[in-house]
């Protein structure tokens, strides 16, 4: 949820920019544009109760906005800085009575007010304190700590640094912290840097229950993000060692002792989710990087698809394999005819004996027709869904045409098929007629065609047919997928080069189905075979018109190896790439893209399993990169849960739900419990009790002592 807790609206000092000004309509729509939630307005040294009023109107349905001031501030230090009082929208009035009481009238330019006196004067105010820390007009540490000591309610002062990085530090060193954007110029509000709450807030009421942990409040809005209760193991594979643990629809951080079964819960949930529930999570571990590269560089059976490359040519195989050759009709055919036929006057009479064969009967050609018909079936199908990106006249044209398209091209299929049908039967009644009429006269069949062109037509399709393999062996295929982003060196890309096994690539294709990236892997293993189809094949090509064709060995190959298609031949590189380079990652970089590629590229999943992410990353990362994806994921209800001995990815994501694993001489425990209510819970002993800050500190950031170093050294 975006919050601005810090927001102006007017010029307001003389050494103010004027583009701090702005219009109700503008307000408006930059606070819609920027998509934040809650807005305090919060102007120095004057509060404009009018303004307020009209802008609370403009913004209702898509912004609370809560009425606030920034005060000049002196400590005992004597140094001025700047704290933001912000008020309860329900005692506008009040707050706006009290603050004319306290300026009573004094330029903004000139007025200033001890931090003492301003709190006994506004004590009663139902207010949230916001001090400028790390950033220009900044209160002293020893002012705000005073200011903080004499609060009723501590928890009600939040520290305002100019930074995310400042933020880091100061929250590292558990101090409240908040952001606002300080807007100077509002055409460029919506790109300003905005606070985030994790939880969804209603009111000012329900921000005061969450910042004051009010459990009852907490636990009810936590509860609303649970999923369900996920039986685990503690030996996932056997399933040994049965226990119950909650699920949330947010971040589930597990974290502890090492070898207490952090990795086991999510091997449990994986195989929970996807034989259960059928949901395939996506499921990460960051220890097994390097065979996550050498898998991805690895050809599988899905690489080698011939339609990347082309038509696989099966049929032309086929016809090759079912090759009969046809003689032409001998000689001693028509005079064995001649010899013997009939004189019958009926016979004679019969003038459609005299009729020659077409020949013109071509299978394929019906068959091509067909093929384009079905290739715009398929367009019209796919496009469908595209359609909808036009406008209702579009479609409508569009859809029109496609119809014409379709309804034509099935009329040339209709045409063609009856014209192919007609050559065929009108050629067959010729030798059915033939043949019918020699049996009633018992004479000799009249030869109806010499034979030569169907014997001509034979050889002369499977030299084609050859030839339209050989041609398709030397065609080649080039793609990629994005695998991730090294930000100093470049985006990765996996590259796929598809090649097919021909006479003058040989000697860079293997058979072995090794890493790749140095070699061309083969589909098939029998290389050998492969080479001996393609020599067989070369013979038809210099042989097909030669008497003694022998097609004996590529037909045994065929039927015997099983090579029947291109897919056979073809091979396939598989490399990583920058630019133009093929690059091998490092092993930080693999864990980098590996997070990248198997989580960042997949938030459309709902269930994400990751072991330890941080392994090989650097904190710089981890900060820019992966808790903000987390977080995102987060927001959009995800299932994401998280083993990790980080503390910023186990405290800076904010989870609702904490799991801590501890073990102790073979006794496990499993704690359960969140930051928000600061506590972990024996899953098995409701009495055993942790603090969540203090195992955080303990199992997170290597002890208080340590984090207390830490801190003093920010200092």
């Known amino acids: 949820m975006k919050v601005d807790f810090h927001c102006h609206t007017l010029k307001i000092k003389n050494n103010e920019a004027e583009t701090r000004n702005v219009t109700g309509e503008v307000f408006k729509e930059k606070i819609e544009e920027s998509g934040v939630e809650i807005v305090a307005i919060t102007n120095h040294n004057h509060f404009d109760m009018e303004q307020y009023q009209e802008f609370k109107k403009l913004v209702k349905y898509s912004c609370q906005l809560w009425p606030g001031i920034e005060l000049d501030v002196v400590g005992k230090s004597g140094t001025t800085g700047h704290l933001i009082l912000i008020s309860n929208p329900e005692y506008v009035e009040v707050f706006d009575e009290k603050l004319k009481e306290i300026i009573s009238g004094e330029s903004p330019d000139k007025f200033i007010i001890n931090l003492a006196d301003l709190y006994i004067k506004i004590k009663e105010l139902d207010l949230i304190y916001v001090a400028h820390c790390f950033k220009a007009k900044e209160l002293p540490f020893d002012d705000i700590e005073e200011f903080e000591n004499s609060l009723d309610n501590p928890k009600r002062l939040f520290r305002e640094p100019s930074q995310l990085t400042s933020a880091t530090i100061l929250q590292s060193n ?126 599988d059976d899905t690489d080698y698809d011939m339609s990347k490359i082309g038509n696989s040519l099966a049929d032309e195989f086929e016809e090759i394999n079912n090759f009969i050759d046809t003689n032409p009709i001998p000689l001693k055919n028509y005079r064995e005819y001649i010899k013997n036929k009939s004189n019958k006057a009926s016979k004679i009479r019969m003038k459609s004996l005299g009729i020659k064969k077409s020949n013109l009967y071509d299978k394929s050609k019906y068959e091509n027709i067909y093929n384009d018909y079905k290739n715009i079936v398929d367009f019209i199908i796919k496009s469908k869904k595209f359609q909808t990106k036009l406008i209702q006249e579009e479609q409508k044209t569009l859809e029109t045409l496609l119809l014409k398209l379709c309804e034509n091209s099935y009329s040339v299929v ?4 009856i014209n192919q049908k007609t050559e065929y039967l009108f050629d067959d009644f010729i030798d059915n007629l033939s043949q019918f009429v020699s049996q009633c006269v018992g004479e000799p069949v009249q030869p109806t065609e010499t034979g030569f062109f169907k014997f001509a037509k034979n050889r002369l399709d499977l030299y084609r047919n050859s030839q339209k393999i050989f041609t398709s062996l030397k065609n080649n295929h080039k793609s990629d997928e994005f695998i991730g982003d090294l930000a100093d060196k470049g985006k990765i890309y996996l590259q796929y080069d598809h090649i097919l096994l021909n006479y003058n690539n040989n000697d860079i294709i293997s058979s072995a189905k090794k890493d790749g990236g140095s070699k061309y892997i083969l589909s098939s293993s029998n290389k050998v075979d492969l080479q001996k189809f393609i020599t067989e094949l070369s013979k038809i090509s210099r042989n097909y018109c030669n008497y003694d064709l022998d097609l004996t060995t590529i037909k045994d190959l065929y039927s015997e190896k099983n090579i029947k298609s291109l897919s056979e031949f073809i091979a396939i590189k598989k490399y990583f790439r920058i630019g133009t380079t093929p690059y091998v990652p490092s092993s930080g970089e693999k864990s980098i893209l590996a997070l990248q590629h198997d989580v960042l590229s997949k938030t459309n999943k709902k269930i994400f399993l990751i072991d330890e992410p941080e392994l090989g990353l650097g904190s710089t990362y981890i900060n820019a990169t992966i808790i903000p994806l987390l977080r995102d994921l987060a927001k959009a209800k995800k299932i994401i849960v998280l083993a990790t001995h980080d503390a910023n990815i186990a405290v800076r994501t904010r989870p609702l739900n904490s799991i801590l694993k501890l073990t102790n001489n073979n006794t496990y425990n499993t704690y359960v419990g969140n930051m928000f209510t600061n506590i972990l819970q024996n899953e098995s002993n409701k009495d055993d009790v942790y603090q969540w800050k203090d195992a955080s500190l303990k199992y997170l950031e290597g002890g208080e002592p340590a984090f207390d170093e830490r801190g003093e050294l920010y200092e």
């Open 174 to 299: 558990k101090y409240r912290v908040i952001m606002g954007t300080d807007v100077i110029n509002w055409s460029d509000y919506e790109k300003c840097n905005f606070g985030e709450l994790k939880f969804p807030i209603k009111d000012y009421n329900g921000f005061v229950k969450m910042i004051e942990k009010d459990i009852t409040f907490l636990n009810d809005t936590i509860n609303k993000q649970f999923s369900e209760i996920v039986t685990v193991y503690g030996i996932a594979d056997t399933k040994k060692y049965a226990y119950q643990l909650p699920i949330y629809n947010d971040v589930n951080i597990v974290f502890g002792d090492k070898g207490s079964g952090k990795s086991e819960i999510l091997k449990s949930l994986k195989d929970y989710y996807t034989n259960v529930k059928n949901e395939e999570p996506v499921y990460y571990e960051s220890s097994s990087r390097d065979q996550w590269y050498l898998d991805l560089i690895a050809p």
């Open 414 to 417: 209709q045409e063609n098929w």
